[in-house]
């Protein structure tokens, strides 16, 4: 299929008859409805499999054969499409540091995408899982923005590099640390190297899924499920079979598995390790 055909299938998935216009507006209604529709996942790198990040291997995954992915494949095939719509975007990346000190030195793993809208600076991103922000953010400010999910904000450290953090249960968790530094397709092949093969990476052999709703989130980590709401505590269950895990995959994520025979077998070890 042709680049023309993918971009307006990915614009049809997204709910456009035709290519909207390169605005504000539609930025904000492109991530929203973006991390609504594709489930970020890592049944690649569960299974060992290798994760190709062409832009024609990410887009035959998610849009044909009816997968998600991480933020190699989410945000390369999502900043293709903001440049097709005639937005001024590029890819640039980041140090997860969630779960951590927000100075830790961590690997460069996390791809998104910096916009430039009429001299105002923001950045995109539908590739960070289940804290993926819900909204485009505006860079050049530490005020506190309302997403249509949890607040975020931005630190800059006055050498170059920002971080990304967001309000959970009225605390303020640092996500990433990134700059602005132009980068290579080889930048993005080299961490995605170490987060689909290195043995330290914390996908490989793992499963990590997640997918949003209006005012929800939906998180799958190995066998345990969790729905969180915006105003009121989050329901959470072990799933108890691979068969449970594949209808939740199915059903809650929209994920069309892949026909891997390893694939019951991984789960069933996910199951197992995790009761």
Known sequence: MSRLTHSSLYLQRLGYDVPPPATLQTLQ????????????????????????????????????????GYCYELNQMFLALLQELGFDARGITGRVVMGGPVDAHTARTHRLSLVTLDGVRYITDV????????????????????????????????????????????????????????????????????????????????LKVARLEPGKRHTLANANYALHYLDWPSEKRVLGSADELMAVLRETFGIRLPDSPQLREALDGLVISTS
Not at 171 to 188: E, K, M, P, S, T
């Open 29 to 68: 209604d492109l991530q929203l409805r973006h991390v609504c529709t594709f489930a970020f996942e890592s049944l690649s790198t569960l299974l060992h499999l290798p994760v190709p990040i062409d832009l024609p291997s990410v887009e035959r995954k998610v849009l044909l054969e009816g997968r998600g």
């Open 127 to 206: 590739g960070f899982g289940g804290m993926v922000p819900s909204s485009p953010l505006l860079l050049d400010t530490d005020a506190v923005q309302a997403t249509a999910h949890e607040p975020y904000r931005l630190s800059f450290d006055g050498q170059g590099s920002y971080t990304l953090w967001a309000q959970v249960a009225q605390a303020w968790r640092g996500l990433y640390v990134f700059d602005l530094q132009i980068q290579a397709d080889i930048d993005y092949t080299v961490g995605n190297w170490y987060v689909s093969t290195h043995p330290d990476s914390p996908f490989l052999g793992q």
